[in-house]
């Protein structure tokens, strides 16, 4: 059973930083993509960027770009979420997601819809 786990949320003043780590477990398929999400109370999930996994390109959501950046560690089988700058409105839980689909547009790859493979999400909470 192919398991996503998110570790590194917690809580942390305005400005400060922190590393969200996304590691697959199980009998992964050859995953295409990782994204990252994020979800507030009250409000729809939040695609911020994603991750391919041969190449590394990497896409962000206009709300964290210049600030977050994404990395992966294939032979570790895990990707990373490294945030700078945090600001309150970046309080939510967040979530990564795989999926197999390849050769998608990233607005596609944006879309909740297109991963199959969930984590169970993390949270990040930003004082201010």
């Known amino acids: 059973q192919v398991q996503l786990v998110e570790s590194g949320g917690g809580l942390v003043q305005a400005g400060g930083s922190l590393r969200l780590s996304c590691a697959a477990s199980?009998?992964?398929?050859?995953?295409?993509?990782t994204g990252w999400f994020r979800q507030a109370p009250g409000k729809e999930r939040e695609f911020i960027g994603g991750?391919?996994?041969?190449?590394?390109?990497?896409y962000y959501a206009d709300s964290v770009k210049g600030r977050f950046t994404i990395s992966r560690d294939s032979a570790e089988n895990a990707v990373y979420l490294q945030m700078n700058s945090l600001k309150p409105e970046d309080t939510a839980r967040y979530y990564c997601?795989?999926?197999?689909?390849?050769?998608?547009?990233?607005?596609?790859?944006?879309?909740?819809?297109?991963?199959?493979?969930w984590g169970q999400g993390t949270q990040v909470t930003v004082s201010s």
């Open positions: 997601a795989a999926t197999t689909e390849t050769g998608l547009p990233w607005s596609a790859y944006s879309g909740v819809s297109t991963y199959g493979y």
């Open positions: 991750i391919t996994r041969y190449i590394g390109n990497t």
């Open positions: 199980g009998r992964t398929p050859g995953f295409s993509v």
